[in-house]
T-cell receptor, first 114, second 113 residues
């Protein structure tokens, strides 16, 4: 089945540690995205990539980094510079088609900083 | 700057009745609007979309209405079913910004049996 796989599903981190969240898709989608969900704030865009080896900052990129070395993979690193990293992280992908793009989301990764 | 607003954080509806979820936006550059449904601890799934040049789009039990002059859209679910209980996100897409979506804060719908 085609889809997006995020891992790990749950992750605990001590303050000051960097962590990397994995996102893999086998949908052959060109574009990939990372969103963050916090209670009462909806989904906010962290980073996105429309093509391999290229990515752009979203609305809340500070304290995060990404890479896009392969079309299928778009890992997100939450660095120690991120002041409030505890959240639910969602990876998504889409085809770069005209009209209403439809994002396909993974099941999410919940990060808790202890 | 909240460009997409869902002012009702929650809604409770009796099974079989109509559910109406509302969404307001401020950015006139949105060319598409989309609704996503999300269950706890899962990723959102696409539900229905509407182009800014239309005022209605229907798909089975789900209908989205767009009022451009009021910068308002609504999602109607009829008849509502207990399985519809979830958080619903409204999102806007600007043609100038590629495929990025701007999401609202979500409305939690509870359908009572």
């Amino acid at each position: 089945d085609g889809g997006i796989t995020q891992s790990p599903k749950y992750l605990f981190r001590k303050e000051g540690q960097n962590v990397t969240l994995s996102c893999e898709q086998n949908l052959n989608h060109d574009a990939m995205y990372w969103y963050r969900q916090d209670p009462g704030q909806g989904l906010r865009l962290i980073y996105y990539s429309q093509i391999v080896n290229d990515f752009q900052k979203g609305d809340i990129a500070e304290g995060y980094s990404v890479s896009r070395e392969k079309k299928e993979s778009f890992p997100l690193t939450v660095t120690s510079a991120q002041k409030n990293p505890t959240a639910f992280y969602l990876c998504a992908s889409s085809t770069m088609s005209s009209g209403a793009n439809v994002l396909t989301f993974g099941a999410g990764s919940r990060l808790t900083v202890l | 700057d909240q460009q997409v607003k869902q002012n009702s954080p929650s809604l409770s509806v009796q099974e079989g009745r109509i559910s109406i979820l509302n969404c307001d936006y401020t950015n006139s550059m949105f060319d598409y609007f989309l609704w996503y449904k999300k269950y706890p601890a899962e990723g959102p799934t696409f539900l229905i979309s509407i182009s800014s040049i239309k005022d209605k789009n229907e798909d089975g039990r789900f209908t989205v209405f767009l009022n451009k002059s009021a910068k308002h859209l609504s999602l109607h679910i009829v008849p509502s079913q207990p399985g519809d209980s979830a958080v619903y996100f409204c999102a806007g897409k600007k043609k100038s910004s590629g495929d990025k979506l701007t999401f609202g804060t979500g409305t939690r719908l509870a359908v009572r049996p």
